[in-house]
């Protein structure tokens, strides 16, 4: 069948404007339709932190560890508790996807063994510097409403102090406890400088790691809660920013910052371990680059306008949607799709 040269132009043009809104698809990362939490903590409500999961050793009767679903085979979790996992043995550990409760299943979870185990290899148990592991799942697991993974913070980004952030685990409470369901706290992020002041530099703050809690204490990271998640939401979606390592306050009251590992800092170690289907990285926070072709407001003559006595109406005009607010991974494709949009338009009446 023969075609004008139009009609080959308009089906190209159709082809390339599908693969513009492809490509820009979200990743499922970060998302949880069942999170509506904004302000508070304690128990968790089922289905909120999805990614969440509970590791186990078989011959324990509680979860010792917790970790978070990066991808539908593979945890994030500390290097203290894929070395724990090492010396016991990977065949001697569950995965709990999904769970809520320590002491019993429901009906959304599912549970893997772990069939690799990495620890960083510039891990230091002295220092805490480092603290980072991956588990490798016996099996691939299927997202559903309570089972999906989490964004992981992308090289180079910054969390200024005060930023709210979520961090979640089984551990201890202030009275020595350990709860049956999964706990939740909102803490503030804290800069490095003033959370080596907490400690009275008696702990070294390496540019790998970053604290959060609240001066006046009562939320914190405890025993047990060690391979879980802080998470921060930029717009719709969840990032993780860090780790829960072995530093911790000794009361586990929140008198002192918690200290995380900076998850931004291995985003290229963690893609060299995962070469295939790899996590999803999300810069926070999302922010354009500035165009250096645009001048200066100082540089910027402005002629004087006259006096303007009768002006006439100007209608409404409609609201425009804000393409720029997301943090979309094709927000740079945006002026090819308008190219293809335009000529659509001269060639395809």
């Not at 404007?17 to 998302?31: A, M």
């Not at 968790?44 to 991808?71: A, D, M, R, Y």
């Not at 008198?255 to 926070?284: A, C, E, H, M």
């Amino acid at each position: 069948m023969r075609m004008s040269s139009n009609t080959v132009v308009c089906v190209a043009l159709a082809f390339l404007l599908n693969l513009t809104g492809s490509v820009g698809q979200q990743d499922v990362c970060g998302q949880t339709s069942l999170n509506t939490r904004i302000i508070g903590g304690g128990d968790v409500t089922e289905g909120f932190w999805p990614w969440h999961v509970g590791i186990k050793f078989i011959n324990w009767k509680t979860i010792v560890c917790g970790g978070s679903l990066i991808n539908k085979d593979w945890v994030l979790t500390s290097a203290l508790c894929s070395n724990g996992i090492n010396g016991v043995g990977s065949s001697n550990i569950i995965i709990y996807l999904g769970r809520l409760k320590r002491s019993e299943p429901n009906t959304h979870e599912v549970n893997r063994t772990v069939s690799r185990v990495i620890t960083h290899p510039n891990y230091d148990s002295s220092t805490h510097d480092n603290d980072i592991g991956l588990l490798q799942l016996s099996s691939s697991v299927d997202f559903t409403a309570h089972i999906k993974p989490v964004c992981l913070a992308a090289a180079g980004s910054e969390f200024d102090e005060g930023i709210l952030s979520w961090v979640t685990g089984w551990g201890v409470n202030g009275s020595n406890v350990s709860p049956d369901i999964l706990q939740e706290a909102e803490i503030p992020i804290i800069s490095n400088y003033n959370c080596s002041i907490a400690y009275n530099n008696s702990i070294s703050i390496t540019d790998n790691m970053m604290c959060a809690g609240l001066t006046g204490g009562g939320k914190s990271t405890c025993y047990f809660d060690f391979g879980g998640p802080l998470v921060t939401k930029q717009n719709s979606r969840w990032i993780q920013a860090g780790i829960v390592p072995l530093i911790i306050s000794e009361q586990c009251d929140g008198s002192l910052p918690s200290v995380f590992t900076r998850v931004s800092k291995y985003q290229d170690w963690i893609n060299t371990q995962i070469v295939n289907n790899q996590p999803g990285f999300i810069t926070f926070p999302y922010t354009l680059q500035p165009t250096s072709s645009i001048p200066h407001i100082t540089d910027i003559t402005v002629p004087d306008v006259p006096d303007v006595t009768d002006v006439p109406d100007v209608p409404d005009v409609p609201d425009v949607p804000d393409i720029f607010s997301g943090s979309s991974p094709a927000l740079h494709l945006f002026p090819f799709y308008l190219t293809f949009t335009f000529i659509s338009l001269i060639f395809c009446p």
